[in-house]
T-cell receptor, first 115, second 116 residues
Framework: GAVVSQHPSRVICKSGTSVKIECRSL??????MFWYRQFPKQSLMLMAT?????????EQGVEKDKFLINHASLTLSTLTVTSAHPEDSSFYICSALKISGNTIYFGEGSWLTVV | GENVEQHPSTLSVQEGDSAVIKCTYS??????FPWYKQELGKGPQLIIDIRSNVGEKKDQRIAVTLNKTAKHFSLHITETQPEDSAVYFCAAGSLPYNTNAGKSTFGDGTTLTVKP
């Protein structure tokens, strides 16, 4: 199957700083990637849809200036949490669309803890 | 928009028994129904999916059925094993994917526990 890699898998940052999470499709090109947020024992909540070469589409209620998404290449999308606060602590997951087969594959997720 | 309901929220079975998880969806335009297995601290793993042009799909011990008229689909796991214990999510979306149609709506998840 296709592989989607996220980095870092765990990160701790101080309140007020920014942190970047990378999502890479390792063996396929992904024109579309999705970013999710998941709180403990809850489902995945879509934050935004990232399209290569264009601006991301954010879901209602998601602050685009706080969660910056960049999809500069067909294999890489990044999520930057700016001016992080403790309430931003969560499990962030990306997924990538593999066009051939029209299937979505998920990354392993990134745990963010803001202290 | 799409609304997906998943039941039960928790399911406990004895090793070797079958497990069934059911989902309903609201948007008749949805035509893609994947199931994901998520282990603690990891991302969701696609285990099986079904598209609206078929009513049933099977892969070894896992099967999925789809009833488009009733707008519900189910995951069936036979001969369960302790390593099947995880959270399972259903989702409903539409293909082909594009900017707006690519997103899937997830159910709330089912925590499956398989007792040895």
């Amino acid at each position: 199957g296709a592989v989607v890699s996220q980095h870092p898998s765990r990160v701790i940052c101080k309140s007020g700083t920014s942190v970047k999470i990378e999502c890479r499709s390792l063996d396929f090109q992904a024109t579309t990637m999705f970013w999710y947020r998941q709180f403990p024992k809850q489902s995945l909540m879509l934050m935004a849809t990232s399209n290569e070469g264009s601006k991301a589409t954010y879901e209602q209620g998601v602050e685009k200036d706080k969660f910056l998404i960049n999809h500069a290449s067909l294999t890489l999308s990044t999520l930057t949490v700016t001016s992080a606060h403790p309430e931003d602590s969560s499990f962030y997951i990306c997924s990538a669309l593999k066009i051939s087969g029209n299937t979505i594959y998920f990354g392993e997720g990134s745990w963010l803890t803001v202290v | 928009g799409e609304n997906v309901e998943q039941h039960p929220s928790t399911l406990s079975v004895q090793e070797g028994d079958s497990a069934v998880i059911k989902c309903t969806y609201s948007d008749s335009a949805s035509n893609y129904f994947p199931w994901y297995k998520q282990e603690l601290g990891k991302g969701p793993q696609l285990i099986i999916d079904i598209r609206s042009n078929v009513g049933e799909k099977k892969d070894q011990r896992i099967a999925v059925t789809l009833n488009k008229t009733a707008k519900h689909f189910s995951l069936h796991i036979t001969e369960t094993q302790p390593e099947d214990s995880a959270v399972y999510f259903c989702a409903a979306g539409s293909l082909p994917y594009n900017t707006n149609a690519g997103k899937s709506t997830f159910g709330d998840g089912t925590t499956l526990t398989v007792k040895p």
